[in-house]
């Protein structure tokens, strides 16, 4: 039996969260997002790491992160993760501050970005992020490798 979700994995709060060697792939497009992180109101948290995973056919954003202007977010680290997005117009990796500096150290490294041609789109999107890295892998599918709004210290590598 499918279900349709928001997402394959939603994450909230708490002390940390890793996932690693996992296959997130939505099928007949099930899934909005493939991992969700929404921090919650008033909340200071972080240390976020997501290894050698495949995310596939969601609709939405292949890793997506947000906060509310009242909370924080710190250390993410996105490494070695394949992406595969034909359907929708979302970015592989979306990490949207509510205010600015809201998550601070974020890393995207080692990743394959494939998608359909189509929408006018960056690989990684980033707003109000404070520090970080984003590597240049495989893409095609994603014009862009990144944009960004309202960061500071930011690289691409």
């Not at 099930?30 to 056919?57: K, R, W, Y």
């Not at 789109?121 to 992020?129: D, G, Y």
């Amino acid at each position: 039996t499918k279900y349709p979700a928001a997402a394959a994995i939603r994450y909230e709060s708490g002390g940390g969260l890793r996932i690693s060697n996992c296959k997130i792939n939505s099928g007949e497009r099930q899934f909005h997002h493939g991992i969700d992180v929404s921090v919650l109101p008033d909340m200071g948290t972080g240390v976020f790491i997501v290894t050698a995973c495949s995310i596939e056919n969601v609709t939405g954003n292949g890793v997506n992160i947000e906060t509310p202007p009242s909370s924080t977010f710190q250390l993410v680290v996105l490494n070695a993760l394949q992406f595969g997005l034909y359907y929708g117009a979302g970015n592989a990796v979306r990490v949207e501050a509510g205010s600015p500096g809201g998550i601070r150290y974020v890393s995207v490294s080692g990743c394959a970005f494939l998608g359909a041609g189509g929408p006018d789109r960056a690989a990684v999107s980033l707003t109000n992020v404070n520090t970080a890295t984003v590597g240049r892998g495989p893409r095609t599918g994603f014009p862009r490798l990144l944009d960004t709004d309202g960061c500071v210290n930011v690289a691409t590598v």
